[in-house]
């Protein structure tokens, strides 16, 4: 089996391109970031020079995935045709700002009905993303990955169920995908902890979804407790989840290829990635598997030639 894709998601502060820097810095293999300011509509035009950057310097710094997020103002189910057709447009742009980059996968909260009913909320989506495939034909290579999510009020994608009811309606299937975020679908009620659960999760997501449609898991604990619908992220083994749920994924050899994201709270010095990822390492039973950078010093010491330089070589 090939390494693991691991890593966090980073600020894009200096330009897209820094986060693969911080990335880097914390000796992950894998990225997520925003291609804009996330809280804001309209973004400044792509930046060739950092697009040129960022095509140079991801395998230079040994980056070898990366997925964007979209912004968190879209809401492709509202009834309201002006917030609506606003979120359309600005999914189109996050569409080409991932193409840009060479971004396979962007993740998209389906978004909330705001009291119109799950039909109402699941057509409008689909309808949208039609209009939007249609409309950006050049990234036809660029996967819109509907996140699952906590299960609040109104919010679509608190199932796989309601996934799928999105994805039927969507036209080129090949344009979209699911995010499985592993916080948000134990406050749905979903069991990773228990072996018979997780066990069973697996057979929802083969039945509803097809293991192919999931294209990328966001690994955060969970503050709440399984079917709380609480959405609140927290480290990795001090949640409700535990080192359990995680096991299991990282684990599985059915998960090989998909990237796992950790969307944990930290600071500035990322400390706290580097703790986080230090303890998603622990779990994974093939220290093959482990991307170098990651593996405990006792384990690259193990390996021929790993951590010499060739003064010692010399001496
Ligand atoms: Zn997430
Ligand atoms: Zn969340």
Redesign the pocket.
């Known amino acids: 089996m090939s390494f693991l894709l691991l890593g966090t998601h980073m600020s894009i502060a200096g330009g897209v391109s820094r986060a693969l820097d911080r990335a880097a810095s914390v000796h992950s293999n894998a990225v997520q970031v925003f291609t804009k300011n996330n809280r804001q509509w309209a973004g400044p035009p792509i930046n060739e020079e950092d697009v040129e950057r960022w095509r140079v310097q991801m395998p230079a710094l040994g980056i070898t995935y990366a997925v964007s997020h979209a912004s968190y103002l879209i809401n492709l189910a509202s009834p309201k045709d002006d917030l609506w057709e606003k979120s359309r447009l600005a999914h189109q742009d996050e569409l080409r700002r991932a193409h840009a980059y060479a971004i396979p996968h962007v993740v998209l909260h389906p978004g909330s009905h705001t009291g119109s009913g799950n039909e109402a909320g699941i057509a409008r989506i689909a309808t949208a993303l039609n209009r939007i495939h249609d409309e950006t034909p050049a990234c036809a290579d660029t996967v819109t990955c509907l996140e699952i999510m906590?299960g609040q009020g109104n919010v679509l994608g608190r199932d796989l169920a309601q996934l799928r009811a999105i994805i039927d309606q969507v036209e080129d299937q090949r344009r979209v995908g699911v995010c499985l975020?592993t916080?948000?679908a134990h406050a749905a009620g979903y069991d990773i902890c228990s072996d018979a659960g997780y066990g069973a999760f697996m057979a929802e997501i083969d039945r509803w979804l097809g293991l192919e449609t999931v294209k990328v898991w966001?690994f955060?604990d969970s503050k709440g407790v399984m079917g709380s619908n609480l959405?609140r992220?927290v480290h990795i083994g001090e949640g409700e989840i535990g080192e359990a749920g995680f096991r299991h994924i990282l684990n599985d050899s059915r998960w090989e290829g998909v990237a796992m994201l950790l969307?944990t709270p930290k600071e500035e010095t990322l400390e706290e990635d580097v703790m986080n990822l230090a303890r998603l390492c622990a779990l994974v039973e093939d220290d093959s598997r482990i991307p170098p950078g990651l593996r405990p010093q006792s384990v690259v010491e193990q390996i021929p030639g790993a951590g010499q330089t060739p003064d010692d070589d010399a001496q």
């Open positions: 906590a975020d916080c948000h966001h955060n959405d992220h969307e």
